[in-house]
């Protein structure tokens, strides 16, 4: 098998995914997933993916992720591993859109507009 190169977006964090066969390894910006995320939660949205596809143990995956929090750049990747289980086999389209996986997240911060503190709030308003 080759290399799977696919990408996934979230909010400001952008993920750059390179699947090949291997022994289960997930290496994310040189680190172990497991020591980039400490939080059991968030290491939850990279496992599941891989635990529907039953190939966690099946994959090597080296992840390149930037910008954004640690919850964004964790969803991004999930992104990116769904793509990338997709390509492979087409089978487990179906139990991964219904978990919405194979969704990009559009929702980002929405920009700060002129004579406002910030995007929708104002400054106090004073009768007197």
Same mark, same amino acid.
Do not use: C, H, W
């Given at each position: 098998?080759?290399?799977?190169?696919?990408?996934?977006?979230?909010?400001?964090?952008?993920?750059?995914?390179?699947?090949?066969?291997?022994?289960?390894?997930?290496?994310? /910006?040189? $680190?172990?997933?497991?020591?980039?995320?400490?939080?059991?939660? #968030? +290491?939850?949205? !990279?496992?599941?993916? *891989?635990? =529907?596809?039953?190939?966690?143990?099946?994959?090597?995956?080296?992840? /390149?992720? $930037?910008?954004?929090?640690?919850?964004?750049?964790?969803?991004? #990747? +999930?992104?990116? !591993?769904?793509?990338? *289980?997709? =390509?492979?086999?087409?089978?487990?389209?179906?139990?991964?859109?219904?978990?919405?996986?194979?969704?990009?997240?559009?929702?980002?911060?929405?920009?700060?507009?002129?004579?406002?503190?910030?995007?929708?709030?104002?400054?106090?308003?004073?009768?007197?």
């Amino acid at each position: 098998m080759e290399v799977i190169n696919t990408t996934g977006r979230r909010k400001a964090a952008v993920a750059r995914l390179y699947m090949k066969a291997g022994s289960g390894n997930i290496i994310i /910006n040189g $680190k172990d997933y497991k020591e980039y995320f400490p939080q059991d939660n #968030i +290491r939850f949205n !990279i496992d599941d993916p *891989l635990n =529907i596809a039953e190939s966690s143990k099946i994959y090597d995956l080296r992840v /390149n992720v $930037k910008g954004g929090g640690f919850k964004g750049q964790a969803e991004a #990747i +999930r992104l990116a !591993i769904s793509k990338a *289980l997709v =390509i492979v086999n087409e089978d487990i389209k179906t139990s991964l859109k219904v978990k919405k996986y194979l969704t990009r997240d559009s929702r980002v911060v929405e920009r700060k507009k002129y004579g406002k503190p910030k995007a929708r709030k104002s400054f106090q308003f004073s009768k007197r």
